[in-house]
């Protein structure tokens, strides 16, 4: 197993944060005078947050790192907000950085969200001649989290004031978390600051009403237990076994069950300098800069409650649903983060409440007693997460999305009690944009050839004039498939993107040097 530099990857890329920094602003701001601001840049440093999560780490009493004794990080350090800091590859330009290391950045990431905004399906009122505050354009985001908003907004207020003459800020979007139950306000700090990792809240919601971030990908060397989170992959054949091969041809003609288990996906999906699923290095800078180093889409979806609920409702009572069942077909999940997979009748909370439970399930076969949903009678082909998450549903099984799986960190933004715009900020990392974000995008939801349904798109995120969207095939037993009708709008409707580069402790250290 390849041992993760973790203390080098900046906070939030393999540890979320999570609720216990449920405040958030992203600030993209613009160079003016480069050495200013790697000067500027480089008094940031002490901010960054890199590696675990601070109640994660535990200090050894003594400096011996076998002795069982150990010490809290101090409150203040556990309890600070925390920055982050990503670059665009113009951004990387006007800092100064050389032709050498830039030209070795992916071809994606050069040519930046706004040249390839078409072909990732944002048009008509997502193109990026709608797009707010000259995202697609900028050079550098600055990200900070807190406990409460009074604390996120002193902080981004004092480092921007820091950064006037040098940088100047273009676009600024404070965001929190969103909760369905006012459990999350009565919990026992102490006892939930020290629940298991992964054991994630299902009480934050996005504005549509649904659990977001209910499924996140199990990294080698980072996340203990892979179960629901990796993939489910062939066995590897063991040393001792001479009729493996003969036992593998077998499996492939279908003569033999083949034997899978779950495992973690390699780093080198995520983070650069690691070997990714295919045995390589993915693409990027040399080092300093690229190792331990990621890629970020930031990316502000603005959503149109009403649209979505009234189409919803509309359509529940022309095809004989209940509102909330189709709700739960359009996403794959039941509003609490119940999969359909699992239980396709109603929510089940002693699913939505445990992360690893909630995540274990397949599609092409059976699982923990739960039945085989090949032909989407339980979760429909063209469901959000099934198209975004095929896991075994494709040919290859699971292996083949392995090399398609991104780290998603979004936020809702907005409150619709003021009548404001609101919607999520999509946030993702992986080693690569166009194995990650944009393959996803293009091949899985923009279009449903992949699964069989030709021209139908991801009925959430899908974009276009009136007349050109798509509606959404309903499986059921007995022939009683329906359809859904297309909307008379998209549900969704993207702000801005941006392309960015999200470097490790030591690639920041260099790019502010100097």
């Known amino acids: 197993m390849t041992e993760v ?7 939030n890329v393999l540890y979320a944060y999570g609720d216990d920094f449920p405040h958030a602003r ?11 601001a790697k000067a500027n840049l480089r008094a940031w440093l002490d901010q960054i947050t890199f590696g675990l999560r601070p109640w994660d780490r535990r200090a050894t009493v003594g400096g011996d790192p076998h002795t069982d004794r150990i010490s809290e990080v101090p409150p203040q350090a556990r309890d600070r907000p925390h920055v982050n800091v990503a670059f665009t590859f113009l951004g990387l330009q006007a800092l100064g950085v050389s032709d050498d290391v830039l030209y070795a950045f992916p071809d994606e990431f050069r040519q930046g969200a706004y040249a390839r905004a078409g072909a990732n399906g944002d048009v008509a009122g997502s ?9 697609g354009r900028g050079h550098l985001l600055l990200v900070v989290y807190a406990r ?41 700090d102490s006892a939930w600051r020290n629940r298991p990792q992964g054991c994630d809240s299902r009480l934050h919601r996005e504005h549509f009403g649904f659990a977001d971030g209910c499924s996140q990908p199990a990294i080698e060397g980072v996340n203990r237990d892979p179960t629901g989170n990796g993939v489910y992959a062939r066995t590897p054949p063991r040393w001792w076994r001479p009729f493996r091969p003969l036992e593998l041809a077998l499996e492939d003609m279908g003569l033999k069950p083949i034997k899978r ?19 390589a290095l993915p693409v990027g800078p040399p080092d300093p800069l690229g190792p331990n180093g990621t890629f970020m889409v930031y990316r502000p979806i603005s959503q149109d409650v009403e649209t979505f609920s009234h189409h919803i409702e509309s359509e529940a009572e022309r095809l004989g649903f209940e509102p909330d069942l189709l709700r739960a077909k359009v996403v794959g999940r039941w509003p609490d983060g119940t999969p359909l997979a699992l239980s396709p009748e109603r929510p089940d909370e002693l699913i939505a409440d445990n992360r690893r439970r909630a995540n274990d399930f397949l599609y092409q076969e059976s699982r923990n007693g739960f039945p085989a949903d090949p032909d989407g009678y339980g979760c429909p082909l063209g469901a959000h997460i099934r198209r975004s998450n ?4 494709l040919p290859g ?5 392995m090399a398609h799986r991104i780290i998603r960190r979004g936020m809702p933004y907005g409150r619709r009690e003021t009548g404001e715009d609101c919607g999520l900020v999509f946030v993702c990392f992986s080693s690569s944009i166009a194995n990650g974000f944009e393959f996803i995008q293009r091949t899985w939801c923009n279009t449903g050839s992949e699964i069989g349904l030709g021209s139908e798109r991801d009925p959430i995120l899908q974009q276009g004039e009136p007349g050109e969207l798509t509606g959404m095939v309903i499986p059921s037993h007995h022939d009683r498939t329906v359809v859904m009708k297309p909307p008379e709008k998209p549900f969704v409707t993207v702000r801005g993107c941006e392309y960015l580069f999200v470097p490790s402790r030591r690639g920041f250290e260099w790019l502010t040097n100097g």
């Open 26 to 36: 992203y600030v993209l701001l613009r160079v003016n005078h480069a050495a200013a």
């Open 127 to 135: 193109a990026p001649g709608n797009w707010r505050d000259e995202l």
């Open 397 to 401: 099984g699971g292996e083949r999305t």
């Open 261 to 279: 288990r779950w495992r973690a996906i390699r780093a080198g999906e995520f983070l650069l300098g690691y070997e990714n699923e295919e045995g």
């Open 148 to 188: 409460t908003d009074a604390e996120r907004d002193r902080l981004v207020e004092r480092l921007t004031r820091e950064a006037q003459g040098c940088m100047t800020p273009l676009h600024d979007l404070p965001a929190s978390r969103l909760h369905s139950s006012r459990r999350s306000e009565q919990r026992d």
């Open 5 to 11: 530099e973790v203390d080098e990857v900046q906070g």
């Open 390 to 393: 095929p896991r075994d549903s």
